[in-house]
């Protein structure tokens, strides 16, 4: 059984430098769109008092956006010269998905402590991580126009 699904899997076209930059193109697009509701979410998790459910409801639709984007750069192709991309991508997706995890861990916590309510205000949202995203989407841009 095994061996028929990699016989399968091994026909399916390979594709090109190209069409993975067009790929990352796409997933880093939708990921800088998200910023916007990531920040709000983090945002509203980090005021004092108790969080809105609404809040673990938009945070769930944005970590399950985010996860979802990792899974579609897992599965892209490994080619040479987009692997230290791929390999940047994952780390940065995983990151906006992390923090948004945290911020809702922090927001409705199984036990609330000082120590957790300390870190819960502290978080302002995605931070400096989230201009290396932009960066990256400017850097696979400019490698999209390079290669037409």
Known sequence: ???LWAQRRDRRPKA???ETLVTFSGIVDRAV???LDADAVIFACAQPGETPPSV???AYRVASAYNRLVSWTLDSPELGSTRDLRAELITLL?????????????AFPKSRTAKSEQRRLEMTGLGARAAELRAAREHIEALLRQSE
């Open 33 to 35: 769109e998200l910023q």
């Open 56 to 58: 673990a409801k938009e």
């Open 16 to 18: 090109t430098v190209w």
């Open 1 to 3: 059984m095994v061996r």
């Open 94 to 106: 995983q990151y906006h998905l992390i923090m948004v995890h945290y911020a809702v861990r922090f």
